[in-house]
């Protein structure tokens, strides 16, 4: 009995998806939940799971294909219908399992019917009893680079495009994304033979990076980058925007988290960094300044009523922004761990849709990568987004209690909002701004800690 498996609704206003990729074949089997298909829409990029356990029958949408939500994807069966043709390649796996039962019953007939001639040497030339025990080690062999290959196949086809232009085999990578998914930087570091240069050189000297397979290629625009594309010009293009940039003094934040850190790793799991006191900061202050957390609909203003904050991940087939709901009612940890858990699963393909949407203003951690501030463009129909820069320690003039100036080193960062001047003043949002950078300076988080 065959059955089919539809392109599901993959958000409230999903309407279609493009296939990526298949992740199984005609004629392979496939078990209930495991990834059979990556499929991309215009909220996110996913791996959709088999809702039945068979074989794969047909495949009748192929990849960079886009067909409407509801349309059938692939059948599968339980390998008696179409998909028994291609079931040959799996026969030559049963010799291996079945070759005892032979061996046993009839040792001298199953050794040259049964098995192939590489493998039958070996086993002349063992004890008729001993055959099926030194059969069983050579199987297993080959088990141990089984988990990488497995791995590799589910890399993204910009990473197995690297490897295949680099000549580098997916299966002696050791991934380092999650759950072992090899990246583009694995892949990346794979070409390149630092060792050698470091070793020669002193242990100062700057070594460049190996260049990058990309260059000289040619590639199309994946999906979503398309509509990342399209969404950012339509945001340059239909709103006002500038940006208002405030220094902050965060230097009680990085003492509390010092003290508090071990105790928030064992509770929580997780290290605690500034994000999340950025999260809270943010969102609190927009309960008191609501046009940073609206949206303009023709010639009216929709204040929202709760503060949904997206905040921005880096992945390798673009920018996405899961959503942390009513983020204003959350403590320090909840928050932490919601930003760790949809950054994750965002890389791992694995966030749902509806979780990349309902966001209300955006928070993106520009510093990440080092960078001390930067002028992020708005996420329509939002009217506002938070760059925060990189914290750096640097001195800095300070004002005692008794109005005395004096040099300290300070921890320091940038925080940059850009606005949609349409419905957003300089002053409202300098006073957002200021409201934020209060709260941070003064960093009295001890009550919502969560610990």
């Known amino acids: 009995m065959s059955e089919s498996v539809v392109l599901p609704a993959l958000g409230e206003s ?34 959709i799971p088999s809702p039945v356990a068979g074989v794969i029958e047909q495949i009748l949408v192929q990849e960079d294909e886009t067909v409407e939500v509801g349309a059938v994807l692939v059948i599968i069966g339980d390998g008696s219908g179409a998909g028994s043709a291609p079931a040959a390649p799996v026969a030559e796996a049963a010799p291996v399992v079945e070759a005892p039962a032979p061996v046993v019953a009839a040792p001298v007939a199953a050794a040259p019917v049964v098995a192939a001639p590489v493998v039958a040497a070996p086993v002349v030339a063992a004890p008729v009893v001993a055959a099926p025990v030194v059969a069983a080690p050579v199987v297993a062999a080959p088990a141990a680079p089984a988990a990488p290959i497995s791995d590799a ?68 625009m994946s999906r979503l980058r398309k509509v990342l594309a399209e969404r950012a010009v339509a945001s340059m293009v239909s709103t ?6 405030v220094e902050v003094d965060v230097t009680k934040i ?35 300044h609501p046009k940073l957390n609206a949206t303009i609909d023709g010639d009216n203003i929709v204040y929202h009523g709760s503060e949904n904050i997206s905040f921005a991940v880096d992945t390798e087939k673009g920018l996405l922004t899961p959503v942390i709901r009513d983020a204003a009612s959350l403590n320090i940890m909840e928050i932490a761990q919601q930003i760790a858990d949809k950054a994750a699963r965002t890389r791992a393909n694995q966030l749902k849709p509806d979780e990349l949407g309902g966001g209300t203003f955006t928070l993106t951690n520009t510093g990440s990568r080092g960078a001390l501030f930067d ?14 820069g990189v914290v750096t320690k640097r001195p800095v003039v300070v004002t005692d209690a ?50």
């Open 14 to 47: 999903v309407t279609e998806g493009t296939v990526t990729r298949w992740l199984k074949k005609v004629g392979e089997t496939v078990a209930i939940d495991e990834p059979l298909v990556e499929v991309s829409t215009d909220k996110v990029d996913t791996e």
């Open 153 to 220: 196949g589910y890399v993204t086809p910009l990473v197995r495009k690297l490897a295949q232009e680099s000549g580098i085999d997916l299966t002696q990578i050791a991934g380092t994304g999650v759950g072992g998914r090899i990246r583009k930087d694995d892949v990346l570091n794979a070409t390149s033979t630092p060792a050698p240069a470091v070793a020669s050189a002193p242990a100062a000297a700057y070594v460049p990076g190996a260049a990058s397979p990309l260059r000289g290629t040619t590639e199309p």
């Open 240 to 245: 006002a925007q500038l940006t208002t940039v």
């Open 254 to 288: 990085a003492q509390l988290r010092q003290k508090v850190q071990s105790a928030f790793v064992a509770k929580s799991g997780g290290k605690l960094n500034f994000m999340p006191f950025f999260a809270l900061a943010a969102a609190e202050a927009l309960r008191v």
């Open 375 to 388: 002028t992020p463009v708005v996420f329509l129909p939002q009217v506002a987004i938070l760059g925060t």
């Open 402 to 451: 008794n109005g005395q100036d004096a040099i300290s080193i300070r921890s320091m960062v940038y925080l940059a909002l850009s606005y949609d001047h349409r419905l957003v003043d300089g002053a409202d949002a300098s006073r957002f701004l200021v409201d934020v950078k209060n709260r941070l300076e003064d960093a009295n988080f001890d009550a919502v800690l969560g610990l």
